[in-house]
């Protein structure tokens, strides 16, 4: 089974993550949410507040996660929750390593600065918020709720959360996968909707 870990960093944002891990899990893909707040008692870190107050539990903490295991690194955004992600050394070293050997990377929102900022989009289709667009350097600008060039996977926002998700789930899942699970949680892209 397919493993994805979601990080966690104070000021996050909560939709972002919180679809991913939902729509990932109900495809039956193996999804860890990891918190990567310093300080305290493991117990006491794994709490995360976001950038709406919402204060969820993470399933571990960065120091536990065997990235030996991982098959996906999920970054969701948040202003705050980006800055705190790219912070964290750790967490860039392991990302960088993932990108190197050809492993799959996502971002949403504001995070896909992170990777614009390490290179990892030069020559790449990528979307982020569209106030950071500046921020993917090198990339081919894509104003697409979801950009997936290669192990790289971005998108736009809180708005785009759903199709963001899906399109984890069409890679370790297969794209029929995908279709019925949208189907299952009554999801329809907009040009759907609006002929319907």
Same mark, same amino acid.
């Given at each position: 089974?397919?493993?994805?870990?979601?990080?966690?960093?104070?000021?996050?944002?909560?939709?972002?993550?919180?679809? %991913?891990?939902? &729509?990932?899990? #109900? *495809?039956?893909?193996?999804? =860890?949410?990891?918190?990567?707040?310093? /300080?305290?008692?493991?117990?006491?870190?794994?709490? &995360?507040? /976001?950038?709406?107050?919402?204060?969820? #539990?993470?399933?571990?903490?960065?120091?536990? %996660?065997?990235?030996?295991?991982?098959?996906?690194? &999920?970054?969701? @955004?948040?202003?705050?929750?980006?800055?705190?992600?790219? *912070?964290?050394?750790?967490?860039?070293?392991?990302?960088?390593?993932?990108?190197? *050997? /050809?492993?799959? &990377?996502?971002?949403?929102?504001?995070?896909? =600065?992170?990777?614009?900022?390490? /290179?990892?989009?030069?020559?790449?289709?990528?979307?982020?918020?569209?106030?950071?667009?500046?921020?993917?350097? @090198?990339?081919? %600008?894509?104003?697409?709720?979801?950009?997936? =060039? @290669?192990?790289?996977?971005?998108?736009?926002?809180?708005?785009?959360?759903?199709?963001?998700?899906?399109?984890?789930?069409?890679?370790?899942?297969?794209?029929?996968?995908?279709? =019925?699970?949208?189907?299952?949680? %009554?999801?329809?892209?907009?040009?759907?909707?609006?002929?319907?």
């Amino acid at each position: 089974m397919s493993k994805l870990a979601v990080f966690l960093a104070e000021g996050f944002e909560e939709i972002e993550a919180l679809t %991913v891990v939902d &729509v990932c899990r #109900r *495809a039956e893909l193996e999804v =860890s949410v990891v918190s990567v707040r310093g /300080g305290g008692e493991p117990r006491e870190r794994k709490l &995360v507040e /976001g950038a709406h107050g919402i204060v969820v #539990r993470a399933d571990t903490v960065f120091e536990e %996660v065997d990235f030996t295991r991982l098959d996906m690194i &999920v970054l969701p @955004g948040g202003g705050l929750g980006t800055k705190n992600l790219e *912070a964290h050394g750790g967490l860039m070293e392991r990302l960088e390593e993932f990108y190197r *050997a /050809g492993k799959y &990377v996502a971002a949403i929102c504001a995070a896909p =600065s992170i990777l614009g900022h390490r /290179g990892m989009l030069k020559g790449r289709k990528a979307c982020s918020y569209p106030a950071l667009e500046s921020h993917l350097e @090198g990339a081919q %600008v894509s104003r697409e709720a979801v950009a997936v =060039s @290669g192990t790289v996977v971005t998108s736009r926002g809180m708005g785009t959360a759903i199709p963001f998700s899906l399109a984890i789930t069409e890679i370790f899942c297969g794209r029929e996968k995908a279709r =019925s699970l949208a189907e299952g949680i %009554v999801y329809h892209d907009g040009e759907e909707a609006r002929t319907r």
